[in-house]
């Protein structure tokens, strides 16, 4: 798993993907850091990473869309499965990577908040850690999303386009909800929304069943993702 | 070593693989052999694992490819049809990543300066393998199936885009191993398993067609005798002398070799000597004869008897396959004697292994 992990954080900074993702990632936080906060004078730290969600919903799909697509096209997968490792190593490996990636991109952005400090301005560390972990957990659970979906085409456009339609159909769960007539669905479409989980950790308030739904979308599609590959060995 | 039992591998109703039963014995090297689309890859994919068989076993030095699958895939070296290179990644890089993947144990650099050396891709090491040309790529690949010195190795024609001085490297370094480790190797070219093969196995549509020594094989297709004999005269005259002749069987026209001669092929009944009474006949007709030799049945023969099946959809394949051999053999025009020998010997051959 460690030698996927590597070889697929390194391949990110080969191709010209990574730099893209980092570097329009980077570039927005920026922008929203610099017209939301400095610019206005706001210390909300919140409101920064609601608008660094949107952000990662457009960029996940760029970022996750070669992961195992690419693979199978070139035929490395026969590389992978024919090595003594398991299935969910390889794709948990590659999950990391791209996870790791998105990790060290979000990991900048902790300059923005010394900067919070040096101005002055005091966000509270519960809202900050709130942010960031529930920033992290949302980027996990796109990109397990992400890498399912690569997993079933081998063309990386394809992944792309249908990882933007899932995240657009994620992102307006909440509208949808919101016009609902029948309660109970609208709890059910509610509780799928990505970003209704958010809302908490973004005030700095922890909710385990907001980790739980998080952490469980990432293990379900990391799940599905293994059972893909599986399948196909046997058709 | 390998252990491979009764293995189908269907593609919707249509069989890949056609119950496949057959064993390699510790340091054998076993050719495969078999025209486009007989099931060689799908064999070999079922072996290492990449693909499950639809029934029927496939064990590696005793651990079943689907039950223990990490424990036999750690015996295996395999060089797919088409070798798997990330192509952003330096030749070292690549086997380095191999290395660790393959979870072997022992010195990485030594490991990685041993395939260097027996791939001969040493002086290549730091280029990405996106500049390297296809025979050297595909060395790079050979080189990532030997890293860790496995067990078992499965080569699925190995000796592909390489010039023609490289595919005698390869072929050698293919025997040597050929001394410590057990190795399956698939090719087209049928002089190449003569060359390093022990054994050979002769597949057809998912089937198995032939198994032997590749001069058992040759030998025992060349007991019906025929004479290739060049004569010169009228064509309908000579195939009527010739016909007249006792003890022949079987006569027809080959090719015009030299103006106003042609070839013949003769096919005499089993245990009778027809060269003398052939000498008599045609001498007395006027019909010079030019040479006369025995026909003599090369893999490249053994190969077409055993894999035709008598359909004309098989021959453009069949002529494909001859001509990519570069053979002198010309395809023959009446292939009824090939389909003949396959009834009469071939699958009574085949059926009792
Ligand atoms: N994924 C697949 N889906 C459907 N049919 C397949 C698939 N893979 C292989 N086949 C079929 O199985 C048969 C055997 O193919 P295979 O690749 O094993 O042949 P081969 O002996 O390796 O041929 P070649 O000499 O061309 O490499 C072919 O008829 C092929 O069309
Ligand atoms: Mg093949």
């Given at each position: 798993?460690?030698?996927?992990?590597?070889?697929e954080?390194?391949?990110?900074?080969?191709?010209?993907?990574?730099?893209i993702?980092?570097?329009?990632?980077?570039?927005?936080?920026?922008?929203?850091?610099?017209?939301g906060n400095?610019?206005?004078?706001?210390?909300?730290i919140?409101?920064?990473?609601?608008?660094?969600t949107?952000?990662?919903?457009?960029?996940?799909p760029?970022?996750?869309?070669?992961?195992?697509?690419?693979?199978?096209r070139?035929?490395?997968d026969?590389?992978?499965l024919?090595?003594?490792?398991s299935?969910?190593?390889?794709?948990?490996?590659?999950?990391?990577?791209?996870?790791?990636?998105l990790a060290?991109a979000?990991?900048?952005?902790?300059?923005?908040?010394?900067?919070?400090f040096?101005?002055?301005?005091?966000?509270s560390?519960?809202q900050i850690?709130?942010?960031?972990v529930?920033?992290l957990?949302?980027?996990?659970?796109?990109?397990?999303?992400?890498?399912?979906?690569?997993?079933?085409?081998?063309?990386?456009?394809?992944a792309?386009?249908?990882?933007?339609?899932?995240?657009?159909?994620?992102?307006i769960?909440?509208?949808?909800?919101s016009?609902?007539?029948?309660?109970?669905?609208?709890?059910?479409i509610?509780?799928l929304?990505?970003?209704?989980?958010?809302?908490?950790?973004s005030?700095?308030?922890?909710?385990v069943?907001?980790a739980v739904?998080?952490?469980?979308?990432?293990?379900?599609?990391?799940?599905?993702?293994?059972?893909?590959?599986?399948?196909?060995?046997?058709? | 070593?390998?252990?491979?039992k009764?293995l189908?591998?269907r593609?919707g109703?249509?069989?890949?693989?056609?119950n496949?039963?057959?064993?390699?014995?510790?340091?054998?090297?076993l050719?495969?052999?078999?025209?486009?689309?007989?099931g060689?890859?799908?064999?070999?994919?079922i072996?290492t694992?990449y693909?499950?068989?639809?029934?029927?076993t496939?064990?590696?030095a005793?651990?079943d490819?689907?039950?223990?699958p990490?424990?036999?895939?750690?015996?295996?070296?395999?060089?797919?049809?088409?070798?798997p290179?990330?192509?952003d990644?330096?030749?070292q890089?690549?086997l380095?990543f191999?290395?660790?993947?393959?979870?072997?144990?022992?010195?990485?650099?030594k490991?990685?300066?041993?395939?260097?050396?027996?791939?001969?891709?040493g002086?290549v090491k730091?280029?990405?393998?996106?500049?390297?040309?296809?025979?050297?790529?595909?060395r790079v690949?050979?080189?990532q199936?030997?890293?860790?010195?496995p067990?078992?190795?499965?080569l699925?024609?190995?000796?592909?885009?390489?010039?023609?001085?490289?595919?005698?490297?390869?072929?050698?370094?293919?025997?040597?191993?050929g001394k410590e480790?057990?190795?399956?190797l698939?090719?087209?070219?049928?002089?190449?398993?003569?060359?390093i093969?022990?054994?050979?196995i002769?597949?057809?549509?998912?089937?198995?067609?032939?198994?032997?020594?590749?001069?058992?094989?040759?030998?025992?297709?060349?007991?019906?005798?025929?004479l290739?004999?060049r004569?010169?005269?009228?064509?309908?005259?000579?195939?009527?002398?010739?016909?007249?002749?006792?003890?022949?069987k079987?006569?027809?026209?080959?090719?015009?070799k030299?103006?106003?001669?042609?070839?013949?092929?003769?096919e005499?009944?089993?245990d009778?000597?027809i060269?003398?009474?052939?000498?008599?006949?045609?001498?007395?007709?006027g019909?010079?004869?030019?040479?006369?030799?025995?026909?003599?049945m090369?893999?490249?023969?053994?190969?077409?008897?055993?894999?035709?099946?008598?359909?004309?959809?098989l021959?453009?394949?069949?002529?494909?396959?001859?001509?990519?051999?570069?053979?002198?053999?010309?395809?023959?025009?009446?292939?009824i004697?090939?389909?003949?020998?396959?009834?009469?010997?071939?699958?009574?051959?085949?059926?009792d292994?």
């Open positions: 798993m460690l030698a996927i992990f590597k070889r954080f390194k391949g990110y900074f080969t191709s010209p993907i990574g730099f993702f980092v570097g329009i990632f980077l570039f927005m936080a920026g922008l929203y850091f610099y017209v400095l610019a206005t004078n706001s210390a909300d919140g409101s920064l990473f609601r608008q660094l949107f952000v990662l919903m457009f960029l996940t760029i970022h996750t869309m070669r992961l195992l697509s690419e693979e199978r070139a035929k490395l026969q590389l992978l024919t090595s003594p490792v299935i969910l190593s390889i794709v948990f490996g590659k999950f990391l990577a791209a996870f790791a990636v060290a979000a990991g900048v952005t902790v300059l923005y908040t010394i900067i919070f040096a101005l002055g301005a005091h966000p560390f519960a850690i709130g942010n960031y529930g920033f957990l949302m980027a996990g659970s796109f990109i397990a999303i992400g890498l399912f979906i690569s997993s079933l085409t081998v063309n990386q456009v394809v792309a386009v249908v990882s933007y339609a899932t995240f657009f159909f994620l992102l769960t909440g509208w949808l909800a016009k609902t007539q029948d309660p109970n669905t609208a709890k059910v509610e509780y929304s990505p970003n209704s989980h958010y809302r908490n950790f005030l700095g308030i922890f909710n069943a907001d739904y998080y952490l469980s979308m990432i293990a379900l599609f990391v799940f599905l993702t293994v059972r893909v590959i599986e399948k196909r060995r046997w058709s | 070593m390998i252990e491979i009764n189908v591998k593609y109703n249509k069989a890949a693989v056609d496949l039963s057959f064993t390699v014995p510790k340091g054998e090297i050719g495969f052999l078999g025209p486009n689309g007989a060689k890859t799908t064999t070999m994919n072996l694992g693909i499950a068989s639809t029934s029927g496939a064990t590696i005793g651990y490819i689907l039950e223990q990490i424990e036999a895939k750690k015996k295996i070296g395999y060089l797919p049809e088409q070798p290179l990330y192509m990644m330096t030749v890089e690549y380095q191999v290395f660790e993947l393959k979870k072997t144990s022992g010195n990485k650099r490991a990685i300066d041993n395939v260097l050396e027996l791939a001969r891709i002086d730091g280029r990405i393998i996106k500049n390297l040309s296809k025979g050297y790529r595909q690949g050979l080189a199936a030997l890293i860790g010195s067990e078992v190795l499965v699925d024609e190995p000796t592909v885009g390489l010039d023609p001085k490289q595919i005698i490297e390869i072929r050698n370094v293919i025997k040597d191993l480790h057990t190795i399956i698939s090719t087209h070219i049928l002089p190449e398993v003569s060359a093969c022990e054994r050979v002769i597949i057809n549509k998912g089937k198995i067609a032939a198994i032997d020594t590749p001069d058992n094989l040759a030998k025992r297709m060349s007991h019906d005798s025929r290739s004999v004569i010169v005269g009228d064509q309908q005259q000579v195939l009527q002398t010739l016909r007249n002749v006792e003890g022949v079987h006569v027809h026209t080959d090719s015009m030299e103006p106003s001669a042609y070839d013949y092929i003769v005499a009944e089993k009778f000597d060269r003398q009474p052939l000498f008599f006949a045609l001498a007395q007709g019909m010079p004869i030019l040479h006369m030799k025995n026909f003599d090369s893999l490249e023969d053994i190969f077409m008897q055993l894999t035709a099946d008598g359909s004309k959809a021959r453009p394949e069949k002529k494909k396959a001859i001509a990519q051999e570069k053979t002198e053999l010309e395809p023959t025009e009446d292939t004697d090939a389909e003949q020998a396959t009834k009469n010997g071939g699958e009574e051959d085949a059926s292994l």
